[in-house]
């Protein structure tokens, strides 16, 4: 009886391990350690962080598995990601033309390339950055290098790689035929350092792994210390006369004579017994090499927040245990090409694989470190410092929706990007938030950085516009209706409180305007009298204005309110007349088909400058030109009116739509400047295509909160919580 009792509950417990084992965790092997385990915690990491990989997929095994595993998503396709890398060799590449196009034309937050990378991967670019430096040998321009009997020299051409276009040179006869012999290439001279120290007998060089990380306000350089590669000459450095400097094979250390992988200092130190205190003084010498490379050069692309750059440093001891920079290479190989050319070459197919699998294992020996620290020193770093709890965390916000503002799916956008930082979205009856956006200028709300302004109607109001800005070239000559005189002039009559092109007059002879005039201010009715723009800048024939999104920013700091204008550049349409404009006499002024812009007379999406110039046979520079003046023409408009509401505000935006035209010279004219600006537009509230209208209103308001997000609202709560 017994054994039944026991061999049932010995059944009971085999069911229970079964059911729950992967609760537990019971299964066969050990439990694999994750090393980036701390930012697993961390939501934001987690949550919709997307990244893009560019190239052959079997090089990037590490990047992936690691990011998947904290939550980042992969895709592979669309315009932007938070974090798009690519190799800079072009071996990795499974489509050199392909891959590096599309690289080039995603937007991303943090990528890697950097602009004017040359001008330390050019030998020349870098000898001239570094010009005087202890930490790069002697170096001119073949061309400028005066020969002294007895130099050895280094002549280089600028573009070679792989010690391919180097020569060894000991005398003068040999000098001045190089010389002649490169006039039509780019070459350097640089002095050759007779007393380097050696490796098992051997000359060799480093090759550093040199990642240069640049932001909109640091730029900084990393490299990995325990990563640091020997790379050797074929044969022992012995030199008892001056033409053994001219073999190569015991000069010039290069990647296919070293023959096994060593580590610096690791290796060195178990071969060469070297003491700690002269390799504490060979590293903080590559050290102060590294950190002497100017980077004022290298800059962003205009698609980019940050981004960051591998080099292959080049770096040599002497014997003092003193480091010289010999090169940067832009495309380091780490092995790549003998990979590619395996798979190329493929003549017997199982040696092939067998080879290839052992220089593949090889590789990513090289490769996944360089991984691991791109990782844990540049990606995660970044992210964590510009979008981790130090600054956004716990952050509350709330967004006004419905049938007075817009419906919530225009705000899709923003609202994921916060909650992705982890911000948390509060009920409209929540008293106070860090931020509140409404798109309606309620100054009711209490928030840190709110939508609201004190004193938009300083420059939203026709009139106050006027005057302030009487005394500048972007806006028509404008006065009063109460004291215009008339000049037998054509002019534009506005009623001040007017708006969607009503109370909008134009006039073309005294007697109408008089009886206007008695009109208008028998009804009371506030007006200015503005010149009416006779040369304006057509489009398809037809009369145009632009509408300009133009957000104002203004922040206290300290006991000063500081504040800032921006054009929206890309969210700039055109807004046309019904008719082409055809003037043969003044009457024809008279026909507001003709004369009169705006949304309800304006046929099709048509944005400003591409669609434009897609139609309009106008060169680049005349567009600038027009860019340049809208630019102006924005920069122009008076803030002082503009302020915060005392108590419940520190910070506030607000977004006008500002009216503006251009005459056939390019010079831009502020009409007005709205307060209800009606951000879609008339044209695609009336657009009949339903698919087309969502897609366009979806990718408006896109565009419009990641500018937002992107240039005020995220700058604004990481520059107060940083300073």
């Excluded at 990491?45 to 997929?57: A, E, M, Q, S, V």
């Excluded at 325990?226 to 190569?248: C, G, Q, T, W």
């Excluded at 009109?519 to 009298?529: F, I, N, P, Q, T």
């Amino acid at each position: 009886m017994y054994i039944y009792l026991l061999f049932f509950i010995l059944i009971l417990l085999l069911v229970f391990i079964l059911v729950n084992g992967k609760k537990f965790n019971i299964k066969g092997g050990t439990k694999k350690n994750y090393s980036h385990k701390k930012y697993l915690k961390n939501t934001s990491l987690n949550t919709k962080t997307t990244y893009r990989l560019f190239g052959d997929y079997k090089y990037y095994q590490y990047l992936r598995e690691h990011l998947n595993k904290l939550g980042w998503k992969e895709v592979h396709s669309g315009n932007y990601v938070d974090f798009a890398y690519i190799s800079p060799h072009p071996c990795m590449l499974t489509n050199k033309s392909h891959n590096r196009k599309e690289f080039k034309f995603t937007h991303s937050n943090l990528k890697s390339t950097l602009a004017n990378i040359e001008s330390l991967g050019h030998k020349d670019s870098l000898s001239i950055l570094m010009k005087g430096s202890p930490y790069i040998p002697y170096t001119k321009n073949i061309k400028n290098y005066i020969y002294k009997d007895g130099d050895v020299v280094i002549i280089k051409k600028v573009l070679s790689s792989k010690q391919e276009g180097i020569y060894i040179v000991v005398d003068k006869d040999t000098f001045l035929k190089m010389r002649n012999k490169l006039a039509n290439e780019k070459a350097i001279v640089s002095k050759y350092i007779k007393n380097p120290l050696l490796f098992q007998g051997k000359k060799f060089h480093f090759r550093i792994m040199v990642s240069v990380i640049v932001t909109a306000s640091a730029r900084k350089i990393l490299y990995n210390k325990d990563n640091i590669l020997i790379v050797m000459a074929k044969n022992k450095y012995n030199i008892s006369v001056k033409e053994d400097y001219l073999d190569p094979d015991m000069n010039l250390s290069r990647g296919d004579s070293t023959k096994k992988m060593y580590i610096w200092p690791t290796d060195f130190q178990k071969i060469e017994h070297a003491d700690e205190i002269f390799i504490k003084k060979c590293n903080k010498s590559i050290h102060d090499a590294l950190n002497s490379i100017p980077l004022d050069k290298l800059s962003l692309y205009p698609d980019q927040k940050a981004g960051f750059y591998t080099y292959g440093a080049d770096i040599m001891l002497d014997d003092t245990g003193h480091a010289y920079i010999l090169e940067m290479n832009m495309d380091p190989g780490l092995g790549i090409e003998l990979l590619e050319a395996m798979e190329i070459n493929k003549v017997d197919k199982k040696e092939i694989k067998q080879n290839y699998l052992k220089y593949f294992k090889d590789f990513k020996k090289n490769i996944d470190p360089i991984y691991k620290f791109h990782l844990d020193k540049i990606i995660l770093p970044y992210f964590t410092i510009n979008v981790d709890s130090k600054i956004y965390i716990q952050k509350t916000y709330k967004i006004f929706t419905g049938k007075e503002y817009y419906p919530r799916e225009n705000y899709s956008y923003l609202i994921d990007k916060l909650n992705s930082l982890g911000w948390v979205e509060k009920p409209h009856e929540t008293k106070y938030v860090d931020f509140a956006f409404s798109l309606i200028n309620n100054n009711f709300i209490e928030a840190d950085l709110k939508y609201s302004l004190d004193g938009i109607k300083t420059i939203g109001n026709k009139r106050i516009l006027a005057e302030s800005m009487k005394n500048s070239k972007h806006i028509p000559p404008s006065e009063d209706l109460k004291t215009y005189k008339w000049f037998n002039d054509i002019v534009i009559v506005k009623e001040v409180f007017s708006n969607q092109q009503l109370g909008v007059y134009i006039i073309v002879d005294e007697d109408e305007f008089i009886k206007l005039k008695e009109r208008l201010l028998s009804e009371h009715k506030d007006a200015m009298v503005s010149k009416y723009i006779k040369n304006p800048l057509l489009f398809q024939g037809k009369k145009f204005h632009l509408r300009a999104m133009v957000c104002v920013f203004v922040k206290r700091n300290n006991k000063k309110l500081i504040k800032k204008i921006f054009y929206i550049k890309e969210l700039t349409t055109i807004k046309t007349a019904k008719e082409k404009y055809i003037i043969k006499n003044k009457e024809d002024y008279l026909d507001r088909d003709k004369n009169i812009t705006g949304g309800f007379t304006t046929d099709g999406l048509n944005k400003w400058p591409h669609d434009f110039q897609k139609y309009e046979n106008l060169s680049s520079q005349f567009i600038q030109k027009c860019e340049k003046s809208i630019h102006d023409a924005v920069n122009d408009i008076p803030l002082n009116g503009l302020s915060l509401y005392p108590a419940e505000q520190n910070a506030g935006l607000f977004i006008f739509g500002a009216d503006i035209l251009l005459d056939d010279t390019g010079n831009a004219w502020i009409l007005e400047l709205n307060t209800k600006p009606g951000l879609i537009g008339k044209e695609v509230k009336n657009y009949k295509d339903k698919k087309l209208k969502k897609k366009y209103i979806a990718n408006y308001f896109a565009t419009l909160l990641k500018f937002l997000l992107d240039n005020i609202i995220l700058p604004y709560f990481y520059s107060n919580i940083k300073n």
